[in-house]
T-cell receptor
Framework: AQSVAQPEDQVNVAEGNPLTVKCTYSVSGNPYLFWYVQYPNRGLQFLLKYITGDNLVKGSYGFEAEFNKSQTSFHLKKPSALVSDSALYFCAVRDISGNTPLVFGKGTRLSVIA | DARVTQTPRDKVTEMGQEVTMRCQPILGHNTVFWYRQTMMQGLELLAYFRNRAPLDDSGMPKDRFSAEMPDATLATLKIQPSEPRDSAVYFC???????????????FGPGTRLTVL
């Protein structure tokens, strides 16, 4: 079975500081990993994904994520947070050997304070 | 700019009434998903289709919920009768999932906010 854990319900960071939103996953084989962002009253928007290759993946709005197989993690990062980054962030996983939908974490609410 | 569309965006109804939510997936996508989002449960997968065939609807209360894809451009989620506990935001998502290309992302619609009084 596939699962995703986002251990923090809420992350607060000052504008201009680096941010990290944590995600760990569990799959039986190799994973496809995704990050989505949800702004208020909007649907989820795709940010970035890891399929294969370089463990550091760069995505939209200056976000990046690092795939760490040994720690089964895929943390989302940004070097300098903006107030406009405040939103709900979801990590998701799919086993590459399966034929199943993405499994989403419960989400982490990021608040960037000016 | 291709996107998933959903109607209505907001729906307020009374308990016992039928509710139908509609979704137009992105043209060319072969997989459609229905999710429900609440504060308590987060994002729950209700059902999904591939090439218009239902693959899994185990997340759906069978006695009152039904999901269909009458054609490739329309997916519907129906609740009959509706109950206050069905109040949530319902999202449709679509994607292109092919053998050997399962890394494609899902694209979400803006959601239907349902309030059952």
């Amino acid at each position: 079975a596939q699962s995703v854990a986002q251990p923090e319900d809420q992350v607060n960071v000052a504008e201009g500081n680096p941010l990290t939103v944590k995600c760990t996953y569990s799959v039986s084989g190799n994973p496809y990993l995704f990050w989505y962002v949800q702004y208020p009253n909007r649907g989820l928007q795709f940010l970035l994904k890891y399929i294969t290759g370089d463990n550091l993946v760069k995505g939209s709005y200056g976000f990046e994520a690092e795939f760490n197989k040994s720690q089964t993690s895929f943390h989302l990062k940004k070097p300098s947070a903006l107030v406009s980054d405040s939103a709900l962030y979801f990590c998701a996983v799919r086993d590459i050997s399966g034929n199943t939908p993405l499994v989403f974490g419960k989400g982490t609410r990021l608040s960037v304070i000016a | 700019d291709a996107r998933v569309t959903q109607t209505p965006r907001d729906k307020v109804t009374e308990m016992g009434q039928e509710v139908t939510m509609r979704c137009q997936p992105i043209l060319g996508h072969n997989t459609v998903f229905w999710y429900r989002q609440t504060m308590m449960q987060g994002l729950e997968l209700l059902a999904y289709f591939r090439n218009r065939a239902p693959l899994d609807d185990s997340g759906m209360p069978k006695d009152r919920f039904s999901a269909e894809m009458p054609d490739a451009t329309l997916a519907t989620l129906k609740i009959q009768p509706s109950e206050p506990r069905d109040s949530a935001v319902y999202f449709c998502a679509s994607g292109l999932q092919l053998t050997g290309a399962r890394g494609n992302e899902q694209f979400f619609g803006p959601g239907t906010r349902l309030t059952v009084l």
